[in-house]
């Protein structure tokens, strides 16, 4: 059977009340309908379960027919398969004009780390439709509390880890992320702390003669790269725990020329990468893909 046939229309088809074939909608608006006894027979092929069919069948639906730049972006090796499959979850309830938004925007990331991909797709859904999000936050928000644990009889005095007289309370919080501006204007009006600083321009660069890369230099290299840029690598930067490694991109050389060190020569490691591409003789391409140097004389 085809997938987008008319199921009664195949011949010597059963009727559906005597529980023959019917069409099903398994993906977002926009897409065609399946027959669902095919979800069986695809399922036995593929050595699967019936469910497990259903999810890959919805996402590659949205995929080819609700997100096509995505999509030629994906079949080009350009993203891994999982990252556009939770993209086209993601966006599911979005109708067929609203969902193009994502499409552009995910599409023209699609080279970057996974986690910044996911980001702009957030951010992207949220857009395309801000009361849909607007109506999640007010559903939210009644889930909202503080819970007091209740201990066990016993635990005061057989607990290791010495629970007597205190108890755990849990307070849960949205994680910060894409807002909609009246989020943002009741978190300045209650909450916020608000600094000036200045704008950082990213389009001029800044360099210095020394080896040591400057504060403000791994700064605006942070704020271009935003992550960790070792292969295939998905850390974003974040406030808190260790700072990344900040490599030169070319090998300083100390009777080289002057500006050597700068945002334009700066390659943001972990600590880990930064170890194997020391140790286990990478070489750096232009475009700053790591490759082992073996790999590379092959």
């Known amino acids: 059977m085809g997938l987008a046939s008319r199921a009664q229309d195949e011949p010597d088809a059963v009727p ?86 994502v499409d552009d925007a995910v599409a023209a990331a699609l080279d970057e780390a996974p986690s910044r991909i996911l980001a702009i797709a957030e951010a992207k859904v949220i857009e395309a439709d801000p009361a849909t999000h607007a109506e999640r936050i007010k559903a939210n928000r009644g889930k909202l509390g503080v819970w007091y644990s209740q201990p066990r009889p016993g635990d005061q005095v057989e607990d290791p880890d010495n629970t007597a007289g205190v108890a755990s309370i849990f307070a849960r919080v949205e994680r910060l992320g894409p807002r909609l501006l009246d989020q943002v204007r009741d978190l300045l009006a209650h909450h916020a702390h608000v600094s000036i600083a200045p704008v950082v321009d990213l389009h001029t660069g800044r360099s210095v003669n020394g080896y040591e890369h400057p504060t403000d230099v791994k700064h605006r290299t942070q704020l271009r790269t ?9 850390g974003l930067f974040a406030k808190h725990g ?40 990478y070489r750096v391409l232009e475009h700053q893909a790591l490759v082992l140097a073996d790999d590379f004389a092959a």
């Open 16 to 101: 559906v009340r005597y529980g023959g074939p019917r069409l099903v909608s398994l993906a977002g608006d926009g897409t065609p309908q399946v027959a669902d006894l095919a979800l069986v027979e695809m399922a036995i092929a593929r050595h699967e379960g019936v469910m497990a069919t259903r999810n890959t069948l919805a996402d590659a639906l949205d995929l080819r027919h609700r997100l096509p730049s995505v999509w030629t972006g994906v079949r080009e090796g350009r993203c891994e398969v999982w990252v556009v499959r939770r993209v086209a979850r993601m966006s599911r309830r979005l109708d067929r004009d609203q969902v193009r938004i």
């Open 226 to 234: 935003v992550g960790d840029v070792f292969p295939h690598a998905t």
């Open 242 to 281: 260790r700072p990344p490694d900040h490599d030169h991109t070319r090998p300083y050389d100390t009777h080289g020329p002057p500006g050597q060190t700068g945002d334009h020569n700066d390659t943001p490691l972990t600590r880990h990468h930064h170890r194997a591409k020391t140790h286990l003789e």
